[in-house]
Each structure stands twice: as C-alpha cells, then as structure tokens.
C-alpha cells in the first residue's frame, strides 16, 4: 500500500520579508549616530598620539639644551600624513636665544638661533587650516610648556587635548556629546 504523502510547503510571505527588512532599516539608522560618536572617539586617540610626540620631542631637546622650544624644526619634530587635528602651540615666547645654550640653529649653523621669536612651524596644521585654532594656552616658554591637539571631528564641535610638560594630559573641549 502506497502512501501519498503531502508535504506542506511552509516558507514567509513577501509581506513577512518586508516587514523583517524595514524593521532591519529602522534599527541600523538609529544605531549610526552611535557608530559616528565611537569613530569619532577613536578618532581622539590620533590627538593622544601627537601630543605624546610633542612630549617626547620637547623632553629630549629639552634634555639636551636645558630649555623647551616651540618651532618643531628646532626640536626635531614632523609629523606625517593628513592629520585630523591641529598640533601644536598657539603662542610663543619671544627672547630665548638658542646660542645661550650652546645650540647653534639650522638656519645659520655658525650663528644665533632664535626660533621663538619668528617661530615658523610651532604648528602643523591638518588639511591647510590656520592655528587660530590653538589656543593662547597652549605655549612653550624656556622652562615650561604647553602643547595643544584641535579639531572638530563630531557634528562640527570643537575637540580639544593639552598636554604640559610634566605629561599631564587632559580634555580642554570635549567635541563628543
């Protein structure tokens, strides 16, 4: 005795699949806004980083000629590649004499060396900004200094890291709210 067998084709509907993807969409654009605030969170380690580099540049020279400068060509500091923050000082001190401390600068290697004063590179800017973007803080005197990473890297909001040089870092403007 032969059996017929029926099978029951069982599958979703069109209707079903629609649902399922539209309710996909709703949950993946709810949840981008949260995927842009952790890239941008990121994103500031890269001011980590720089700052951490300024840091170690500036205690190297300053081991060497017992003073801090502000002109990255003097300190022997370059940065690569397209930055997304400004780095850097946004004011300089003018009147250290680099050839006081028997440093003799690129410029003019048998004569003084005063790269505060016309201080050409105490910043690299990131996608041909200006540093205006730097505040008036973020300075580098003779026997201190204050280092600075801005940008605007979440919904247009200013995001700003200083380090001293006792390596203290801290958030001045958080720009992910």
């Known amino acids: 005795m032969k059996r017929n067998v029926i099978r029951s084709q069982s599958g979703f509907s069109l209707v079903e ?3 399922v993807v539209a309710i996909i969409g ?10 842009q605030k952790q890239i941008a969170k990121a994103r500031q380690s890269e001011a980590k980083t720089n700052l ?3 840091y170690t540049a500036e205690k190297s020279f300053y081991a060497e000629y017992n003073t801090y400068h502000s002109a990255f060509e003097v300190i022997n500091l370059a940065y690569e590649g397209d930055l997304r923050y400004n780095v850097g000082f946004g004011a300089t001190i003018a009147g250290v004499v680099l050839s006081d401390y028997g440093w003799k600068g690129v410029a003019d290697p048998a004569g003084p060396f005063d790269a505060i004063a016309a ?3 105490c910043t ?7 540093a205006a973007a730097l505040t008036a803080g973020a300075i580098a005197t003779a026997t201190t200094f204050v280092g ?3 940008s605007h890297i979440y919904n247009d909001q200013q995001d700003t890291w200083q380090m001293t040089n006792d390596k203290s ?3 001045t403007v958080d720009g992910i709210q």
């Open 26 to 35: 709703i949950l993946a654009a709810m949840s981008v806004g949260q995927v």
């Open 169 to 171: 870092l801290s958030q």
């Open 148 to 150: 600075e990473a801005s």
């Open 124 to 130: 690299v800017l990131k996608n041909g900004t200006d």
């Open 119 to 121: 201080c050409t590179a």
């Open 17 to 19: 699949l629609m649902v």
């Open 52 to 54: 951490s580099q300024l």
